[in-house]
C-alpha cells in the first residue's frame, strides 16, 4: 500500500482486452504510484485507489495512467493498494525471462529478439531457426542450477548518456523516454535495461520449466516457459487431469497412452461399421420407395443419425428426373444438415428459398442443393412449400 494525491481527473473510455463495446471511466494521474503501467513486454498491475478498483495502468510520457470506473477529486489524499499475487506472479515471470535469456545466449549463442508475457504461459522469441530438444534440457537444468545457487538481483539508475549504459543488454529506450535508465542484474548473469519488475533473489523464482519451443517468424523459434507458482498451478492442472483419466480408463497413469490408443481404434472400427450400416438403410430406403406402385413426385425423409453421404446415397438410388426429395440428418431441436435434389430447374428454384426456411446456408449443381441447416425445427414449413411446387407444376393432381 501506498499513500499519496490525485493530480488529475478526466473522463475517458476503455476498451475491453478480450474486445466488445468500451467502458465509461476515468483517466487519474497520482503524485506518485506503486502500479506498474504496461510495458517492455510486462502486463500493469491492478490494484485500488481507496475502495475504486484500477482497470487499466498505461504509461504516457514520464506519467502513469490508472483507468477506473469512477471519478476521484484532483488534490484528494488516497490510499494505493497493490494486487500483490498479479504483481509477484509477473516479478517471477519477467526475471526468469531474464535468466532464460542470459543463459541462452551464454551457452548457445541465442540473441533473445522479443517476448511475451501472456495469462498461461511465457513465451521468449530466440533469434535461431532450431532449437533442439537436448539444447532445451540442458538450459532448463542450468537456469534451476542458478536459482539453487540463490543468486541476487538489483536494480540501479543510471544516467541516460552514462557510457555504461551502451555495455548493458538492451533492445533501445522509447522514443519518449525521459530521466534516468533502470539496470536490473543478475549478479555475475546478466545485466539488462529494464522498466518492468523483478524478484530480489533468483530463489524466489522457486523454478523453471520450459515447455519447449514452437515455430516463429522466419529463421525464429519461440520458447516457451513457466516460472514459480505457475509450474506448481501446472502440475495441479496436470494432476487432476491424472485423476480423472485413471478413474474413466480404470487404469494407472503410466497406462493411459496404451488405453487411449486402444480407444481411438475401437471407435474407429465403430464409426466404419456404422458408415456401412448408414449406407445399407439408405439402400434400402431408396429401393423400398421405388417399390411403390404408385411413384411419388416428392420424397420426404429425416434421420437424426446420418450424414451427407447417406442423404446422397438415397438421391442416388432413388434417381431425381421426374422426383423431388427432401432430406434432413441431425438433431430435430438444433442444427443438421439438408439436401434438396431433383430437377435442376426445380432445385435452383427452390434450394436458395429452402435454405432461408431452415435458417442455414447451402450450394448446389446439377440438381442438388444442400448445406446447413440451424432450424431443423421448420422442416414442415419446407414440406408445404415444395409441395405447393408441386401441385402448381402438375395442375390436375
Known sequence: QFTTRVVSCRAAELRPEGGGE????????????????????????????????????TRRGPEAVHFVPAALEPGAEVLLSLDWERRFDHMQQHSGQHLISAIAEQMFGFKTTSWELGRQRGVIELDTPLVTAEQVTALEKSVNEKIRDRVPVTVR???????????????????????????????GIDSNLCCGTHVSNLSDLQVIKLLGVEKGKKNKTNLVFLVGNRVLKSIEQSHNTEKALTS???????????????????????????????????????????????????????????DSEFMNIIANEIGTE??????????????????????????????????????????????????????MSRRGEVQVLLQEFISHQNPEG
Open 157 to 187: 539508475e543510471l544516467a541516460a548518456d552514462d557510457p555504461e549504459v551502451e555495455t548493458v543488454r538492451s533492445r533501445g529506450l522509447p522514443d519518449d523516454h525521459v530521466g534516468p535508465v533502470r539496470v536490473v542484474d543478475i549478479e
Open 248 to 306: 474413466l480408463l480404470k487404469n494407472g497413469p503410466g497406462e493411459h497412452v496404451e488405453a487411449v490408443r486402444r480407444l481411438q481404434s475401437s471407435v474407429k472400427l465403430l464409426q466404419k461399421n456404422n458408415l456401412n450400416l448408414l449406407r445399407d438403410i439408405a439402400v434400402l430406403i431408396a429401393r423400398d420407395f421405388k417399390s411403390k406402385p404408385a411413384p411419388r413426385q416428392l420424397f420426404v425423409l429425416h434421420r437424426k443419425e446420418g
Open 322 to 375: 421426374e422426383t423431388l426429395l427432401f432430406l434432413t440428418v441431425g438433431d430435430e431441436k438444433e442444427a443438421g444438415l439438408f439436401l434438396l435434389a431433383g430437377p435442376v430447374e426445380a432445385v435452383e428454384n427452390l434450394g436458395p428459398r429452402v435454405a432461408e426456411l431452415l435458417g442455414g446456408k447451402g450450394a448446389g449443381k446439377r440438381g442438388r442443393f444442400q448445406g446447413k441447416a440451424a432450424k
Open 22 to 57: 468500451p467502458v465509461r471511466g476515468f483517466q487519474v494521474v497520482l503524485e506518485d504510484t506503486i502500479l506498474f503501467p504496461e510495458g517492455g513486454g510486462q502486463p500493469d498491475d491492478r490494484g485500488l485507489i481507496g475502495d475504486v478498483p484500477v482497470l487499466r495502468v
